[in-house]
């Protein structure tokens, strides 16, 4: 079983920064990716920023040079560094990870989620 903590969210200025983390832990042989999605009132959930398995890093094109994702493999970590926040970056930011287990099967896990408001 895996767990995922997510913490960074709040509130914030327009123009301001905010840096989301997500802790996975638990029976973890490796991590496959790590994704941040985002999800807005009335709206579907949509990729943000992730990791794929190549290990290349990935953007929706409305973040591309105002966020930057990063990892810390050691401590299975990934990171959301959000600047230059805009009010419609606003939404609940979700963490994702694809794992592998010791019994080798692969899993999907979501963070609880964590609220991310930018204010005009």
């Known amino acids: 079983q895996v767990q995922l903590v997510e913490s960074g969210g709040g509130l914030v200025q327009a123009g301001g920064s905010l840096r989301l983390t997500c802790a996975a832990s638990g029976s973890i042989v490796s991590i496959n990716t790590m994704s941040w999605y985002r999800q807005a009132p009335g709206k579907q959930r949509d990729l943000v920023a992730g990791f794929a398995r190549s290990g290349r890093p990935v953007y929706v094109d409305s973040v591309k040079g105002r966020f930057t994702i990063s990892k810390d493999n050691a401590k299975n970590t990934v990171y959301l560094q959000m600047s230059s926040l805009k009010p419609e970056d606003t939404a609940v930011y979700y963490c994702?990870?694809?794992?592998?287990?010791?019994?080798?099967?692969?899993?999907?896990?979501w963070g609880q989620g964590t609220q991310v408001t930018v204010s005009s």
């Open positions: 994702n990870i694809d794992v592998t287990g010791y019994d080798n099967r692969e899993l999907t896990y």
